[in-house]
């Protein structure tokens, strides 16, 4: 009997798995994106999967590409490397998706970037910075900086423009994205002749940083450059300022969300980011989205958000080019993309599938990003 | 010197959040035997409902004692009745199933509680206002302390006298301890056995909310997984400490807390989260019932 | 020296049934190809992802769900046999994982022949996790109960963070661009030789005495079973075997990441065996099975919902499994436990 409900649960959830997915419209064009909904890292996969929703909102109300509306299908990956990968295969194999959209997390992308490769269809990563995702193949393209590009654009602002030449490193041991940066702001910081008086770690979900931070302060930096997510850095500034550090932090684009003024408040005042872009530039494309992006919901469009928009549309923009929305067609337009007037800045695709757009540096004052300057790549 | 002097403070500071949470920890596992992992979800879940009650009646109140007392309120009745609807249809029809299935439900309803936060919650973290202004001392010329660190220095050192009091000098105490040795003589001898289990659940669950509010007052973020690595590393406080043993329980979160920040400080901060278990690992091996545990002599 | 021959000979001959039957097994999933091409692909072990029978997604389904098979049955020799209550399982599988990738990557050329790099993969995956379980299991010796859970769980966190921290495996980047080369059948054969390995060793004496320490270990030591070298003995056999699980990941994979490898794993390796049935094999393949069925099974509810519930759900069902079929669903109420047929 036991044996019986077993099996039954068995083949019942086996079904399941045949049988979804059968339908596939014609007067649709379906796209996927996966991403961590759930887990410790769903707040970032949340808030790129609004800011796709609101491309493909808009494009629908447009009128759609050549006439077709756009759909989407949205999967959880949990955080889980192997979950992203089976829900690429998923995205793929059942339901028949014509391009990819995610992930957020480096590691992920690695993990699924092998199967889009494999059956051809292009994937774009709204915000991997690591070089090696777009080594994965030709059909992998990304719309955000990498780690070398914006480590290198800090350590010359700090040493050039700020006249810092006294650097401590404090970075997230867990996030690849942290590491990243960091190595490549270290590189280039010596390199240019500055020197890294410390350089310690933390997780990602850790609440106290005083430890660090008190063994920073002996040090006596110039200014620290925390490569981390807003998620931690609100935390870590109030705790810097707790313990009388009031040297210039500095960081890198996941610093970009209201969330960081609100856990950070004061603390941050003196800071300086590098970003895509500046929320108060005039520009027509970045106003429109900030605005649109409000009214839908409710809330300020963070940077992995606006990246998010960004990708859905330069895809859409090389599927109006395109001749067909088959696999290398669209590759093909993907990889002409040029100057693209995206919320995240000008971007074209250069031959490595990698965005290449000018990074703006921002410095904190009173709760609000001011622009300081553009550094062109 | 100096550096030494802000590392204890950092360190017994960190120590005495811990020891909040793991005083209830301890609490339940005293009576039950019970590893409650869902304890650090419902610390969570107290902090969120803090945070609303912030909400609320902010724009009616001024920062300070009154405020104070509404939100800690809130947050604790919240988290006792989320603790007894636990209790009552989780581990109940449990009581007499082996420890380790138990101990699945517990994990069970953690991960639920987790994923249902991010779902109502919402997964991104907020920002728990302060409702008590925090003014900071200098101690010498460089080292900080401020009143938020002192208070729940203070106030952790307080709940822990005031459990030593109700489980040693009071009735209710004594009937804990007559459960915690044997449930079904504390039944013979007219124990309310559920009633116990049911107020010791409340009890601990209160103090997960009080510890929740807290700990949002001290790191001013909140999130529907703050409670994960508070949870875990509370209960190495609590195991190494000797689980069940409430004073054992702060200082074995002391212990912990200094340990960690003199560590990351002076050796290395990489491998700071591993601390805790090579130290619940070391403590175990030697003395694997805690620094204040009772050995348990096995009979067959 | 007749008996061995005997046995040997018994042993090898199962071992060649399985080989077979793993073949058919594939050979028909993928959708009884005739080509050339398509049978060594079987054969010699390249990932076949073409089209068949299965499409690619279920095909990916089905290599997991050998590995999760695996890891539940090596845990049911620790947690369901000795008894021995353990939450660190994902880092045997993590050892095994990353020493087996290394290995492949950078010990030996690559142009050895797949069959033998899988081969020489597993064998050092399941060894190099078979010694460190040897130095946790020797060293948690005094542990029982709870207190053992949670210095596994120390330990297995520990794994986690060094591996996190080593640059040559990646890092927090992850391993990338690892030889991929399990394929279904390979999965299904090692699964099935675990799971043949795990019947003959509760049937042994080995086995026997596992269950008396699980049952009262003073009363054991009387009858003059020594506890401490069984229980090592269980540790070693168990993480070898979550090591060959974590070997065949790293190549069904081809990228591995520590985020694989949270406590979160070691528990729902953990939920695999309660649900099926604590000390029943049969419960750990099918606990191992439904568990990784059901999250990708629950995706489809997302279409009515519009929200994501699957780990709702997920938890729920834990939960309530353990509420209302607390012997799970291998076991009966006298202390039993069932098995299928094939296995008794």
């Given amino acids: ?377 | 010197m100096e550096e030494f002097i802000q590392h204890t403070i950092n360190g017994l500071s960190l120590g005495s959040i811990y020891a909040l949470v793991a005083l209830g920890y301890t609490m339940v596992f005293g009576v039950l035997q019970l590893i409650n992992f869902a304890h650090g979800d419902i610390f969570m879940v107290g902090s969120f409902f803090g945070l609303y009650a912030m909400r609320f009646f902010a724009p009616h109140f001024q920062p300070g004692p009154v405020l104070a007392i509404l939100v800690m309120g809130c947050a604790m009745t919240a988290s006792a009745v989320l603790g007894v609807l636990i209790e009552h249809l989780g581990y109940k029809p449990m009581r007499r199933a082996p420890r380790i299935n138990i101990l699945i439900t517990a994990i069970g309803i953690s991960l639920f509680l987790e994923y249902g936060g991010q779902l109502v919650f919402g997964a991104s973290p907020q920002f728990f206002p302060p409702f008590f202004e925090k003014t900071q001392f200098h101690i010498f010329d460089s080292v900080t302390i401020d009143s938020n660190q002192i208070s729940i220095f203070l106030i952790a050192c307080l709940l822990m006298t005031a459990l030593q009091f109700l489980v040693f000098k009071t009735q209710f105490g004594r009937s804990m301890r007559a459960l915690s040795h044997s449930l079904d003589t504390a039944n013979l001898i007219g124990i309310n056995v559920n009633q116990v289990i049911r107020i010791t659940f409340m009890l601990g669950s209160t103090l997960a909310g009080a510890a929740g509010v807290l700990y949002a007052l001290a790191y001013p973020k909140v999130e529907p997984l703050m409670g994960v690595l508070p949870g875990l590393k509370a209960f190495v406080a609590a195991v190494l400490g000797g689980i069940g043993n409430i004073t054992g329980a702060v200082i074995g979160a002391l212990i912990l807390g200094l340990s960690e920040t003199y560590v990351a400080g002076y050796i290395s901060s990489t491998y700071r989260d591993a601390l805790a278990f090579i130290i619940l690992i070391i403590v175990l091996l030697v003395r694997p019932s805690g620094l204040l545990g009772k050995k348990r002599i096995e009979k067959v | ?344």
């Fill in chain 3, 1 to 344: 020296m007749q008996k061995i021959k005997h046995y040997l000979n018994q042993t090898v001959v199962k071992i060649f049934l399985l080989l077979f039957v793993s073949f058919l097994i594939s050979w028909v999933l993928s959708g009884f190809p005739f080509s050339d091409q398509a049978l060594s692909q079987i054969l010699f072990l390249k990932p076949f992802r073409t089209s068949g029978l299965l499409s690619p997604y279920v095909y990916s389904i089905l290599i997991l769900l050998g590995i999760n098979v695996m890891l539940s049955v090596s845990l049911a020799l620790l947690n369901g046999f000795c008894g021995l209550f353990t939450m660190g399982h994902a880092g045997f599988m993590a050892i095994g994982a990353y020493s087996s990738a290394s290995f492949i990557m950078f010990a030996i050329p690559s142009s050895t022949p797949l069959l033998l790099k899988l081969i020489a993969a597993v064998l050092i995956g399941g060894s190099m996790s078979a010694i460190v379980g040897f130095v946790i299991g020797y060293s948690s010796l005094r542990l029982a109960g709870d207190y053992l859970g949670m210095v596994t769980l120390g330990f297995g966190e520990i794994i986690r963070i060094a591996i996190l921290n080593i640059d040559a495996v990646g890092g927090a980047r992850g391993m990338i661009d690892i030889p991929q080369f399990t394929n279904l059948f390979s999965v299904m054969f090692v699964s099935a030789l675990i799971v043949l390995i795990v019947k003959r060793i509760r049937e042994s004496r080995f086995g026997r005495t596992m269950f008396a320490i699980k049952e009262n270990e003073i009363a054991a030591q009387m009858m003059g079973i020594n506890p401490t070298k069984i229980k090592v003995q269980a540790f070693v056999f168990s993480s070898f075997m979550a090591g060959m699980a974590g070997a065949l990941f790293a190549h069904s994979e081809g990228y591995l990441s520590t985020q694989t490898f949270t406590f979160v794993k070691s528990f729902e390796i953990i939920a695999m065996n309660v649900i099926g049935g604590l000390g029943s094999i049969s419960g750990a393949i099918v606990g191992g099975a439904l568990l990784t069925v059901l999250p990708e099974g629950f995706r489809v509810l997302q279409d009515f919902t519009g929200i994501d519930l699957r780990m709702i759900i997920y938890a729920l069902t834990i939960t309530l499994i353990m509420i209302f079929l607390p012997q799970g669903l291998m076991g009966s109420k006298n202390g039993n436990v069932k098995e299928f047929k094939w296995l008794k």
């Fill in chain 1, 1 to 377: 009997m036991k044996f019986f409900s077993a099996f039954f649960t068995f083949v019942l959830a086996f079904a399941f798995l045949l049988t979804q997915g059968c339908t596939k419209k014609n007067d649709t064009i379906l796209i996927g994106n996966y991403g961590s909904m759930t887990g410790a890292e769903a707040t970032f996969g949340l808030s790129t999967k609004d800011g796709i929703t609101l491309a493909i909102e808009e494009i629908n109300v447009a009128g759609g590409i050549n006439g077709k509306k756009v759909d989407m299908k949205v999967y959880d990956n949990g955080g889980k490397p192997e979950e992203a990968r089976l829900s690429v295969e998923k995205l793929i194999n059942v339901d028949n998706v014509v391009a990819i959209l995610g992930e957020v997390a480096s590691t992920r992308s690695l993990a699924a970037a092998p199967v889009a490769q494999q059956y051809k269809v292009p994937m774009i990563s709204p915000s991997s910075t690591n070089p090696e995702v777009t080594k994965k193949g030709d059909y992998i393209f990304r719309v955000c900086f990498i780690d070398p590009f914006q480590g290198m654009v800090m350590a010359k602002f700090a040493f050039n423009s700020l006249n810092l030449k006294k650097a401590a490193v404090l970075r997230d041991s867990k996030s690849d994205y942290s590491m990243g940066l960091a190595d490549y702001f270290t590189k280039t910081f010596t390199e240019l002749g500055g020197t890294i008086v410390a350089d310690e770690k933390y997780q990602s979900a850790d609440v106290d940083f005083k430890a660090q931070l008190t063994s920073l302060k002996t040090k006596a930096p110039d200014f620290i450059f925390i490569p981390g997510y807003y998620t931690e850095v609100g935390l870590i500034a109030r705790q810097a300022r707790d313990l009388g550090l009031t040297v210039p932090l500095l960081g890198g684009d996941g610093w970009d969300s209201p969330k960081l003024f609100e856990i950070g408040g004061d603390a941050l005042t003196n800071s300086y980011i590098s970003n895509h872009f500046a929320a108060e530039d005039p520009r027509p494309e970045v106003q429109k989205f900030v605005t649109s992006f409000k009214a839908r919901f409710g809330v300020e469009p963070d940077g992995l958000a606006s990246a998010g928009y960004d990708a859905a549309n330069i895809l859409f923009e090389a599927m109006k080019k395109a001749k067909s929305l088959e696999g290398s067609e669209l590759r093909t337009a993907l990889a002409q993309t040029k100057d693209f007037k995206g919320a995240t800045g000008v971007i074209s695709l250069d031959e490595n599938r990698d965005a290449v757009k000018s990074a703006v540096i921002l410095k904190i004052e009173s709760g609000k990003f001011k622009y300081v300057e553009t550094v062109n790549p």
